[in-house]
């Protein structure tokens, strides 16, 4: 079993609900993205969604846009977020790591190069914005063989009958992109959003994050109550951003912990 795997059984058995922070790798400085990894799982992260770098994130809004730019000019490529997730490892083996990112790096690398070195370093999962199911089988299986998951993103305009098709492939968890429009974007529909979890569930039988658009604790709460996990990336770097540097660590523990906070209020 997966330490993804593993993180969503414990939770279920707690009762309790995955929270998923992102930050890119690299900013604001490569020295800083460690120890904001650690405060993250302080602050009571579950999983942690590492951002690889690139030049053109098409998912992404602004914000995450600008800090790919800052990490971008420390020269953070795919393998220095590797060397990161290895220096996270020495310290803590069990929180699950998904590197999130685009195809270019990879396909540069190359699958069973990148596979190996992802296992390697100890990551858990890796979600491709712009893989689709069609188009990485290749991929897939080369995650599959380090017994890394692949994590595949549905959208509101996903039409149900590709949720088979995702399906096969998919490992660890399901992310559902709560709205149309990019990451940090706003108009979250819970209403729409919680009739479509259900769907998700029944045709992949994997846990479903619900991410884009989820700023603060009240919100994380309010999906918590129907999603397996909430994962919340533009809120946490527009922090990060904010921040001086000697100030960033305790700025973001301090907006994660009252997140987490919110979601285990009954």
């Not at 993180?7 to 995955?18: D, G, H, V």
């Amino acid at each position: 079993m997966s330490r993804i795997n593993q993180t969503f059984t414990a939770l279920k058995a707690q009762n309790k609900k995955a929270l998923i922070p992102f930050i890119t790798a690299g900013d604001p400085s490569p020295a800083l993205t460690v120890p904001l990894m650690h405060k993250l799982v302080e602050a009571g992260a579950d999983i942690l969604e590492l951002g690889v770098p690139f030049s053109d994130p098409m998912a992404d809004g602004p914000t995450i846009q600008r800090a790919s730019e800052r990490a971008l000019k420390h020269g953070v490529g795919l393998r220095d977020v590797l060397a990161l997730v290895v220096e996270f490892r020495k310290t803590n083996p069990t929180t699950p790591v998904v590197l999130m990112g685009y195809a270019n790096p990879i396909e540069a690398m190359g699958y069973e190069q990148f596979a190996r070195a992802a296992g390697s370093a100890g990551v858990d999962g890796v979600l491709t914005v712009d893989y689709p199911p069609e188009e990485c089988a290749g991929l897939a299986a080369a995650l599959q063989q380090q017994g890394i998951d692949m994590i595949f993103l549905l959208s509101p305009t996903t039409p149900d009958k590709r949720f088979a098709l995702v399906a096969k492939l998919a490992r660890g968890f399901i992310y559902y992109v709560s709205l149309k429009g990019v990451t940090g974007s706003a108009n979250l529909d819970l209403q729409e959003v919680s009739r479509k979890i259900p769907v998700i569930q029944a045709a992949a039988s994997l846990p479903v994050g619900v991410g884009f658009g989820i700023r603060d604790g009240e919100t994380a709460r309010a999906v918590a109550q129907f999603a397996d996990a909430v994962v919340i990336g533009s809120r946490i770097v527009q922090e990060i951003e904010n921040s001086e540097a000697d100030a960033v660590t305790q700025n973001v523990f301090t907006l994660v912990k009252g997140i987490r906070m919110a979601m285990d209020t009954k």
